[in-house]
């Protein structure tokens, strides 16, 4: 279907996952071996991996525009490309976050909490790889539920970290700072649930 639209859009959201993955990979080694003063060279790191996603994503959408029939309703490829884009945006803002608040060390239960996100996104990248043939597929549903399922550990161990953080930061700046840094966490998880949100529904419409 798609090779025959004359642009596949799959291939496109494979690349944009692809993105996905090595940035929360970033993050997550970042966060693995933390050193404050290396920020700003981790920071333009993500960044440039959120810049090549949105190259990407325009790509698409210039060839959208000119689609005459896609393979998928428009609407769809739109918000299923922009759900991506916004998975590496959320990493990205963590990042900037820890740089603009001058982060000197970091609290233990984000590494966690990363890890997640990084196993979110490999998810997703195994999702997008039997999105093309949806109607097929025996696998797809089940890569949804786990992304589903692995945000929600993700709300749990936000929780909890908020929870310590309010119990043991050492004074306003520090807390205002870090809950504006697991917010983005959440977040990124957040926009991986919508990923598989959006492919779930474009299965559901179509089969």
């Not at 799959?10 to 990979?25: I, L, N, P, S, V």
């Not at 990248?125 to 399922?149: D, P, R």
Request: charged fraction near 35%; include cysteine; charge should be negative.
């Amino acid at each position: 279907m798609a090779k025959k639209s004359g642009c596949n859009y799959f291939e496109f959201f494979r690349e944009m996952t692809d993105c996905a993955c090595r940035a929360a990979e970033a993050l997550h080694t970042l966060f693995s071996n933390y050193q404050a003063e290396r920020l700003r060279e981790e920071t333009e790191t993500i960044h440039k991996i959120e810049h090549e996603a949105d190259i990407k994503k325009h790509s698409m959408m210039q060839r959208l525009l000119k689609e005459f029939l896609p393979p998928i309703d428009r609407e769809d490829i739109i918000r299923i490309a922009h759900v991506l884009d916004e998975v590496v945006d959320m990493i990205d803002e963590v990042v900037m976050s820890l740089y603009m608040n001058d982060i000197p060390a970091c609290r233990p239960d984000v590494l966690p909490i990363s890890g997640v996100i990084v196993k979110q996104c490999e998810e997703l990248k195994k999702l997008m790889q039997e999105f093309e043939n949806y109607k097929k597929s025996t696998k797809i549903m089940e890569h949804v539920v786990v992304v589903n399922t692995l945000e929600e550990e993700c709300d749990r161990m936000f929780l909890e970290a908020v929870r310590t953080l309010k119990r043991t930061c050492s004074g306003p700046i520090e807390l205002i700072a870090w809950k504006e840094i697991y917010k983005s966490l959440e977040d990124c998880a957040d926009a991986c649930e919508k990923v598989a949100d959006a492919v779930e529904e474009v299965v559901m419409k179509n089969t």
